[in-house]
């Protein structure tokens, strides 16, 4: 994927996004040759963060000591603001995309989630888009090769009208090669799962195009 602008500024900062950044620096200087394990150093800054702003402070923790980070954040969102404002992207841009232009054809993978993503929707009333992503990933990963045929049949389909429309466009000398990646890309979308990860070339599905 494109590297974005290098000039642009640094993102804002929170109050606990310091905080956990003050806990790894005492870590270090604590134990310098220790590595971090970062689900662990996440779950104790997390509940470190709940003692600091809940009703009940320990006298070790004092709303005092968060109100200095809820201070480093204010501060570094006025900075932020400011180089927002002198900041302009670099001139020239993206080009504009044609909308007549041929829109690459989903994979048999992305067939499967169009017809299933509703079902699992329908059945599971306020399910995350991060769950439903990973129980697609899994309905899928469990289908025999003879029950994803008919996705992968469809999607070569939808591929050979795709490559018959761009040869069609480039006839007429608009297609500048800009529609997605280029072929043997190194661009992957993963759908972590917990054991078994999906891996789906965007040479086959534009990332604009994913919806999960």
Known sequence: MAKGDPKKPKGKMSAY???VQTCREEHKKKNPEVPVNFAEFSKKCSERWKTMSGKEKS???SGKEKSKFDEMAKADKVRYDREMKDYGPAKGGKKKKD???PKRPPSGFFLFCSEFRPKIKSTNPGISIGDVAKKLGEMWNNLSDSEKQPYITKAAKLKGKYEKDVADYKSKGKFDGAKGPAKGSTCFLYLL??????ILSLNDYPLERTRL
């Open 99 to 101: 909308p007549n232009a």
């Open 17 to 19: 996004a310091f905080f």
């Open 193 to 198: 799962l917990s054991s078994n990860p999906v």
């Open 59 to 61: 006298k070790t923790m």
